[in-house]
């Protein structure tokens, strides 16, 4: 994240403030909560809450910004194509593994359409997933990706996987329907603006 | 044949793919000849591995309170290697620890000469 300021009343310069406690990281917290314990009672739901309180006022973090619809559909789809690519992806790198044969490499670098945070995020994280990728450097200034692929014979090879990298995206984004952009100035963060 | 006994067939079948799996990994790291290439193999097909054994496990068990526990196993497993793989990638990059012999094409490196700074979040 580039960092946001905030100007403080004296003039001087700070971080942006988050609130600390967000609904849906206490939910999911809760949830792990409940998982870990193996069991949903009313003492482990109130005292998940409880811990999911102070691990968000302990460790504050920005909010996610999604900016985003999600489409059930579409996000099934991804999931499984996901779930598929893992697993030929994986045989495929045991191959590599056991054959006797070198392997070449290539440094692929791909751009991502979208400008979002988000779904950079998102892609970057299902790319390195899927075996035979790693996401070596991630540019945000222009949403670039820079992957190692192992097994990589020729220059024909590295368009297919730059192929492969803009279809996940087109899926990602197919399940992540991004909202229309709101006007110039309007996504400014209120509380920052009261703040000068 | 009962449920239960077809249900610990799979479990014992799923254990020993995840085994399988980790075993090529295991292999994977001796074999390959540099860094990247290893974290291909030592990050994902353990994954997936794992992810074979707590299927086998969440078999045998049969137990439902558990389940949460080891699907939680799985996600933080794939959220963490990730992370791993891309710091342990990016600091043997920016390290020049890697072989540009066994490199096809190599666009980061083509790239990184017009970056201004070099160091944090560009």
Not at chain 2, 22 to 46: E, Y
Not at chain 2, 76 to 94: D, E, K
Request: aromatic letters at 6%; a positive charge.
């Amino acid at each position: 994240m580039s960092p946001q300021v905030r100007v403080r009343a004296d003039g001087s310069v700070r971080p942006v403030r988050y609130r600390a406690v967000q609904p849906f990281a206490i939910f999911w917290l809760t949830l792990v909560w409940l998982a870990l314990w193996g069991a949903v009672t009313p003492m482990l739901v109130v005292s998940g809450v409880l811990v999911a309180v102070l691990a968000c006022l302990a460790f504050p973090l920005p909010p996610v910004k999604l900016e985003s619809r999600v489409r059930p559909w579409p996000l099934l789809i991804l999931a499984l194509r996901f779930a598929l690519d893992v697993v030929r992806a994986s045989l495929e790198v045991s191959a590599v593994v056991l054959r006797r044969r070198p392997v070449r490499n290539a440094v692929v670098a791909v751009d991502l359409r979208s400008s979002s945070d988000f779904v950079m995020t998102g892609v970057a994280a299902m790319l390195s997933l899927v075996p035979g990728s790693i996401v070596v450097e991630a540019r945000r200034s222009t949403h670039t990706l820079y992957l190692h692929v192992l097994d990589v014979p020729d220059a024909e090879a590295v368009e297919r996987f730059r192929r492969e990298a803009l279809a996940v995206e087109d899926r990602f984004l197919a399940a992540f329907e991004p909202l229309p952009a709101p006007p110039a100035g309007a996504d400014r963060d209120p509380r920052t603006e009261s703040a000068r | 044949m009962s449920v239960g006994a077809v249900l610990d067939v799979l479990a014992a079948a799923c254990l020993l793919v995840g085994a399988g799996f980790a075993l090529v990994a295991a292999v994977g790291v001796v074999r390959l000849p540099d860094l990247l290439s290893r974290m291909h193999a030592a990050t994902k097909p353990q994954v997936i591995g794992l992810a074979f054994v707590v299927t086998g496990l969440a078999l045998s068990l049969r137990d439902p309170s558990v389940l949460g526990f080891l699907a939680l196993v799985v996600l933080l497993q794939m959220a963490t290697s990730v992370i791993s793989s891309h710091m342990v990638g990016r600091a043997s990059f920016r390290a020049g620890q890697v072989r540009d012999d066994l490199l096809v094409v190599d666009e980061l490196s083509e790239s990184t000469q017009d970056w201004e700074g070099g160091r944090g979040a560009p």
